[in-house]
């Protein structure tokens, strides 16, 4: 996908990884940002259009059309502009395309604001891991 000012692309796991780390972990290693499930998963990154990966996230495909995103960040300089929402968008159009029906997530506490704009909702699970709240929300794909 491609507009004027940025494109979305599928990306090797790896690139994600200093995007996470700087954006999400920065108090923790680099290293632990990496999951083990990174190579069974799906990577899309969103550029610039002078090349500069500015938001990623991961994609998890759990069996019957269930699927997770995971470590979804902006560049702190370009969050509020609308990236995240072009690669959300991009990402439940992606599910929707490989007949998911459900598209998940642990979300921060503090982006569920963000996800209720998409038509997730909270379930019940809450959980404290890594210094943060999460709760998991759904949409119905
Ligand atoms: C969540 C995140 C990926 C969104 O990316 P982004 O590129 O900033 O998103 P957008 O610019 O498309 O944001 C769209 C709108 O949501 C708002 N928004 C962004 N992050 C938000 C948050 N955490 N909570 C509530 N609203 C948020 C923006 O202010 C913007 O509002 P506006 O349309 O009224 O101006 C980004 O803020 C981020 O990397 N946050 C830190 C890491 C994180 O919390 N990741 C999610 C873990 S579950």
């Known amino acids: 996908m491609r507009t004027s000012n940025f494109y979305i692309r599928k990306i090797p796991g790896n690139l994600t990884w200093p995007l996470r780390h700087r954006v999400m972990y920065p108090e923790l290693s680099p290293e632990s940002v990496i999951l083990e499930e990174d190579d069974r998963g799906m990577h899309f990154g969103l ?65 569920t604001s963000f996800y209720k704009r998409y038509r997730f909702t909270e379930t019940d699970t809450t959980f404290f891991k890594d210094g943060h709240d999460f709760v998991i929300m759904e949409l119905e794909l």
Do not use: M, P
Request: a positive charge.
């Open 47 to 111: 550029f610039s259009a002078d090349d500069r990966l500015w938001s990623v996230i991961s994609l998890f495909r759990h069996g019957d059309g269930y699927y997770q995103f995971r470590k979804f960040a902006t560049d702190t300089a370009q969050q509020g502009k609308g990236y995240g929402s072009a690669l959300l968008s991009y990402t439940i159009d992606f599910c929707r395309k490989e007949n998911g029906r459900v598209l998940w997530c642990n979300a921060r506490t503090s982006a």
